[in-house]
Nanobody
C-alpha cells in the first residue's frame, strides 16, 4: 500500500492561488512518478499533470498550462501542485496517484494508488 495524502485545498476567489501537497507517510516517493488528477462535479476524472523521478513534468490539460506548476521536494517526500490564476472551472476534487513507475504514463483511472483528495472551490 502507498498511503498518499493530499492537502492544501480550500476556497479561493478567481485569480487567487493555492498550493496542493501530496505526501506518503512511511513510503518514499523519490523513485516514482506521481500525478495529479481532478474531478469536477458531474464530470469524469482527468489527469492534470505528472512529474517523474527525474523531476521532468508533463501537463495534460491545455487550460492549466502556464497557470499550474507541478514540482517535488524529495527531501520532504512531497509532490506539489502550485495553482495560480484560478478560475471557477478549476473547481474540483484534486487527487494524487502513482503506479510506482519512475516515468509518467498516460493518465488513467487504473492507477493503483490514490489519495482521498482535497477539494478546491473557485466560486464564480
Amino acid at each position: 500500500q502507498v498511503p498518499l495524502v493530499e492537502s492544501g485545498g480550500g476556497s479561493v476567489h478567481p485569480g487567487g492561488s493555492l498550493r496542493l501537497s501530496c505526501t506518503a507517510s512511511g513510503f518514499t516517493l523519490e523513485y516514482h512518478a506521481v500525478g495529479w488528477f481532478r474531478q469536477a462535479p458531474g464530470k469524469e476524472r482527468e489527469g492534470v499533470a505528472c512529474i517523474d523521478k527525474y523531476h521532468a513534468s508533463t501537463y495534460y490539460i491545455d487550460s492549466v498550462k502556464g497557470r499550474f506548476t507541478i514540482s517535488r521536494d524529495d527531501a520532504e517526500n512531497t509532490i506539489y501542485l502550485q495553482m495560480n490564476s484560478l478560475k471557477p472551472e478549476d473547481t474540483a476534487g484534486y487527487y494524487c496517484a502513482t503506479d510506482l513507475l519512475d516515468y509518467c504514463t498516460h493518465p488513467s483511472d487504473e492507477m493503483p494508488y490514490w489519495g482521498k483528495g482535497t477539494l478546491v472551490i473557485v466560486p464564480s
